[in-house]
C-alpha cells in the first residue's frame, strides 16, 4: 500500500503513548506497526443524533434522552451483581435506566440534574428500560458530538475505540502528507480523494459524504492492487501441458445410471466441459459456479471417479473438518453401493499420528486413488504417487500457496475449484483471473423450494409457534443471528444471549445449542455433528455455518437482522435449509420499518435464484449501506464488498489493464510510486490471491 514520509514499518510502541501494556493490547487484534494501525478500519460508526423523545422510545434501539433524574438512584445487590437503577423523565414521560457494577453512580449523579443518557433500550415484561448507557454530564458534552459519526473498532479487552482514535491522530499530527501514487488525471476521472484525505476520512469522517469519498478510495487501491495482481500472474503464466494420459473410457456409466435422479441439462453441460478439459493438450485451469442446492457435488465425484479408473490419483479439498468427514461417507458410500472399485481415504489434521502415517503410505504407494482431505492435504509428509485432479470446495478460500503446494508434490495436476458464492459473470471474469468458468444455472427437478416470508419483530412469537411445530415432526431448525456477543454500540441479536433466552420458551427436551467463529475448533465440529444427528434441534449461530454440513433434516431457518446482511449472503444462508426431501421455510426478520430494507428483502421473499439476487444486490445497495455491518468478505478485502463495490471494482479493474497495456513493468516514472506499492502489496498479499 502506500509510501509516505514517516517510516510506518516501526513498532507502534514508537507512537507517542503506546507502552508494553498498550502495545500488547494492539499486537492481539494483529497492529504492530503504525502502518498497521492507519489501516486498522473501524467497524462500523454511531451516529449521534437529536435525543428522543422518550415517549418515542424503541426496543432494541440505541437512542439518546435529555432529562430529569427523578429522586435519588438506587443500588440493589442480586447474587453479587450491584444494580443501580434511576428514573428518568422528559415532557413526554419517564423511563427507568440501569447499570451493572457501578455502584458509585449513586453518590456521582444528584437527584433532579438535567443529564442526556444514551444506551439500548430493551423491554422486560411491561416496562421499558435503557441499559447502561452512556453519561453525558453536562449535557454539552454531548452537543459536541452531535450530528457526527464517531468510529467504533474491533476490540479485545483492556482496547477502546477512543485509544485507537487517540493514536491514529497522533500519527497525523507528527506526519506530513502521505505520498500520492495515483496521477492526478486518474484521480480525477474516477472522483477519487487523495490517499491522504481518504485515510483520514475513514478514521475521521467529518460527515456522511467525507466518509462515503474516503472509503470508495480506499476500496479502489484494494481492486486495483488485485486487479494489477491478477494481469501480472496471468501474462507472466506459461500455458501447461496436459502430462496425463487420461481417455475417454465410459466408467462412469455405475453412476449414471444408478442415481435415484437424472443430471440437469446444465450438470451434463458441465460435465462434457471438464472431460474436455482431461482430454485437451492443456491442464484444466476452471471454477465451477452453482447456486446453493444446484448439484455441483455429483460433477466434482464423477470427475474423482473418471480420473481415478484412468489410473490416477484425484484429491478433494474441503474449507472445513466436519464438511471433508461427510463427503467422504458420502463419497464411499456411493462407491460401494455402485459396485466401483476403488480405495478412498481421509486425510485431515484432528486423526491420530498412526492413521495419519498409515494414510501417507498408501497414498504415496498408490494403493488410496481418491483422497478427501482439508489443508493437511498439502503437508510436506505427503508424498503423492500419480495425483492429476484436485478439486477444492469454495474457491475464495484456495489461494496461490496451496496450489503451488500440490504442483511440488509432482506433476502440475488439473485443478477444479468450486463455489456456491453467486457472482455476476462480469466480475467472476474479473476476480477469478485466468481460470475458466462453469455455471451451474439449473435446479434439480426433486427440489422443493424452500417458502420464504419478510416479517417484523412482532411476528417473532408466531415464528416460534411455527418452529415449534417444525419440532414436533422430527425437524430441525437453524437461528442466525448478526453477532455472537454483545455489542454496545449495535442494535443486533447476538447467539450467546438468544440461545439463553429461547431455551425458556421451548420444551425442555428441546436441545439448543449456538455456534460462533470465535469458539475452538473442536467444540464447533462436535456442535455441528450433534446437529447432523438430531442431537440438537435449534442450533443458534453466527453466518459461521454459510459453509456447514448438509442437514437433510433442517427445515425452518430463522434470519434475525436480516437487514445487516448483503442479499447474496442471505441467500447462501437460506441455503441451509432445503437439503432433504421436507419442504423448508426461511423466514426474514427485521425491526427495521424503512421502505429501501422491506424492498430489499422482498427480492429474497420473491426469488430463490442466487444470481438474480446477486445482480439485484448490486444494483440496491448504495453507498448508505456502508454504516452496518460489512456485507461479505468474499476474497479476503479489508473494505471492499463485491457487490456493493462492483462498479468500483469495474473501473480499478479497467484502469489495472490501461496501465499494463501501456507499461507492462511499471518502469515509466509516472508509474514509480505505484510500482513500490505494488510490490509492497504482493509481499503481502500473495498467498491469498486467488488464481
Request: hydrophobic residues 30%; proline residues 3%; glycine residues 10%.
Given at each position: 500500500m502506500p509510501i509516505i514520509a514517516m517510516n510506518l514499518s516501526n513498532s507502534i510502541k514508537t507512537i507517542k503513548g503506546i507502552g508494553e501494556k498498550s502495545q500488547t493490547l494492539f499486537n492481539k487484534v494483529g497492529v504492530r506497526t503504525a502502518y498497521d494501525l492507519l489501516h486498522y478500519y473501524p467497524r462500523v460508526y454511531e451516529r449521534f443524533e437529536e435525543p428522543t423523545a422518550i415517549s418515542k422510545l424503541q426496543e432494541g434501539k440505541i437512542s439518546s434522552i435529555n432529562g430529569v433524574i427523578v429522586g435519588p438512584l438506587k443500588n440493589i445487590s442480586k447474587r453479587n451483581l450491584t444494580v443501580t437503577t434511576a428514573v428518568v423523565k422528559d415532557e413526554t414521560g419517564e423511563v427507568?435506566?440501569?447499570?451493572?457494577?457501578?455502584?458509585?453512580?449513586?453518590?456521582?449523579?444528584?437527584p433532579y440534574l438535567t443529564v442526556i443518557f444514551r444506551g439500548r433500550v430493551v423491554l422486560k415484561g411491561s416496562t421499558m428500560y435503557m441499559e447502561h448507557p452512556e453519561i453525558y454530564n453536562p449535557p454539552s458534552r454531548y452537543e459536541e458530538k452531535k450530528y457526527t459519526l464517531q468510529p467504533v473498532y474491533p476490540l479485545t479487552k483492556g482496547l477502546t475505540s477512543n485509544m485507537i482514535s487517540k493514536y491514529v491522530r497522533e500519527i497525523f499530527n507528527t506526519t506530513p502528507r502521505f505520498m500520492e501514487?495515483?496521477?492526478?488525471?486518474?484521480?480525477?476521472?474516477?472522483?477519487?480523494?487523495?490517499?491522504?484525505?481518504?485515510?483520514?476520512?475513514?478514521?475521521?469522517?467529518?460527515?456522511?459524504?467525507d466518509y462515503i469519498n474516503g472509503r470508495k478510495r480506499l476500496v479502489f487501491d484494494e481492486f486495483l492492487l488485485f486487479a494489477l495482481s491478477v494481469r501480472s500472474i496471468k501474462e507472466n503464466k506459461e500455458i501447461q501441458k496436459n502430462s496425463f494420459n487420461i481417455e475417454n473410457k465410459d466408467v462412469i456409466s455405475p453412476i449414471l445410471n444408478n442415481?435415484?435422479?437424472?443430471?440437469?441439462?446444465?450438470?451434463?453441460?458441465?460435465?462434457e466441459e471438464i472431460k474436455e478439459d482431461f482430454l485437451s493438450s492443456q491442464l484444466m485451469n476452471r471454477l465451477i459456479q452453482g447456486d446453493v442446492g444446484s448439484g455441483k457435488t455429483i460433477v466434482a465425484v464423477l470427475g474423482l471417479v473418471f480420473v481415478a479408473l484412468n489410473g490416477y490419483q484425484s484429491a478433494f479439498m474441503a474449507p472445513t473438518e466436519i464438511l471433508a468427514r461427510q463427503h467422504y461417507e458420502n463419497i464411499k458410500n456411493m462407491l460401494e453401493e455402485f459396485g466401483i472399485s476403488l480405495n478412498i481415504d481421509i486425510l485431515t489434521g484432528s486423526i491420530s499420528l498412526k492413521e495419519k502415517r498409515e494414510v501417507y503410505e498408501?497414498?504415496?504407494?498408490?494403493?488410496?486413488?481418491?483422497?478427501?482431505?482439508?489443508?493437511?492435504?498439502?503437508?510436506?509428509?505427503?508424498?503423492?504417487n500419480k495425483l492429476a485432479l484436485v478439486i477444492t470446495d469454495e474457491q475464495h478460500r484456495f489461494g496461490v500457496k496451496q496450489r503451488e503446494a500440490f504442483v511440488t508434490k509432482g506433476e502440475a495436476p488439473h485443478v477444479l475449484v468450486m463455489s456456491a458464492t453467486p457472482i455476476p459473470r462480469t466480475l467472476a471474469v474479473i476476480l477469478y483471473g485466468d481460470l475458466d468458468i462453469s455455471i451451474i444455472d439449473e435446479m434439480p427437478k426433486n427440489r422443493l423450494p424452500i417458502k420464504n416470508c419478510v416479517v417484523d419483530t412482532n411476528y417473532r412469537n408466531t415464528a416460534y409457534k411455527f418452529i415449534n411445530g417444525e419440532l414436533k415432526k422430527g425437524r430441525q431448525c437453524y437461528i442466525i443471528c448478526p453477532m455472537a456477543l454483545e455489542s454496545e454500540s449495535l442494535e443486533a441479536e447476538n447467539v450467546i444471549d438468544y440461545s439463553e433466552k429461547i431455551?425458556?420458551?421451548?420444551?425442555?427436551?428441546?436441545?439448543?445449542?449456538?455456534?460462533?467463529?470465535?469458539?475452538?475448533?473442536?467444540?464447533?465440529?462436535?456442535?455441528?455433528?450433534?446437529?447432523?444427528?438430531?442431537k440438537i434441534q435449534i442450533l443458534v449461530s453466527t453466518t459461521v455455518v454459510e459453509v456447514g454440513i448438509d442437514v437433510s433434516n433442517a427445515s425452518v431457518i430463522l434470519i434475525e437482522n436480516a437487514e445487516r446482511f448483503?442479499?447474496?449472503?442471505?441467500?447462501?444462508?437460506?441455503?441451509?435449509?432445503?437439503?432433504?426431501?421436507?419442504?423448508?421455510?426461511?423466514?426474514?426478520?427485521?425491526?427495521?420499518?424503512?421502505?429501501?430494507?422491506?424492498?430489499?428483502?422482498?427480492?429474497?421473499?420473491?426469488?430463490?435464484?442466487?444470481?438474480?439476487?446477486?445482480?439485484?444486490?448490486?444494483?440496491?445497495?448504495?453507498?448508505?449501506?456502508?454504516?452496518?455491518?460489512?456485507?461479505?468478505?468474499?476474497?479476503?478485502?479489508?473494505?471492499?464488498?463485491i457487490y456493493q463495490d462492483g462498479n468500483i471494482l469495474k473501473d480499478a479493474s479497467n484502469l489495472a489493464n490501461s496501465i499494463l497495456e501501456q507499461d507492462p513493468k511499471l518502469e515509466m516514472e509516472k508509474n514509480y510510486q505505484l510500482r513500490r506499492v505494488f510490490y509492497q502489496y504482493q509481499s503481502r498479499k500473495m498467498e491469498n490471491l486467488i488464481l
Open positions: 427507568k435506566v440501569v447499570w451493572y457494577r457501578m455502584p458509585f453512580l449513586k453518590s456521582t449523579l444528584s501514487y495515483l496521477d492526478a488525471d486518474t484521480l480525477r476521472k474516477y472522483q477519487l480523494y487523495s490517499y491522504h484525505d481518504s485515510i483520514k476520512a475513514i478514521h475521521f469522517p467529518k460527515d456522511e459524504s442415481l435415484p435422479y437424472q443430471l440437469t441439462k446444465a450438470q451434463n453441460r458441465v460435465w498408501r497414498i504415496e504407494s498408490g494403493d488410496t486413488q481418491i483422497i478427501i482431505g482439508t489443508n493437511a492435504l498439502i503437508q510436506e509428509k505427503v508424498e503423492y431455551k425458556r420458551l421451548f420444551d425442555k427436551s428441546t436441545n439448543i445449542s449456538y455456534l460462533h467463529g470465535k469458539m475452538k475448533q473442536t467444540e464447533k465440529d462436535e456442535i455441528m455433528e450433534g446437529f447432523g444427528e438430531n448483503g442479499l447474496a449472503q442471505l441467500h447462501q444462508l437460506r441455503g441451509r435449509v432445503g437439503r432433504g426431501i421436507h419442504q423448508s421455510y426461511c423466514i426474514f426478520m427485521t425491526p427495521s420499518k424503512s421502505k429501501e430494507t422491506i424492498q430489499r428483502l422482498e427480492i429474497l421473499n420473491g426469488s430463490n435464484d442466487g444470481f438474480y439476487i446477486a445482480s439485484e444486490d448490486m444494483r440496491l445497495r448504495g453507498p448508505g449501506d456502508v454504516f452496518g455491518i460489512r456485507q461479505s468478505g468474499i476474497m479476503g478485502f479489508s473494505l471492499g464488498d
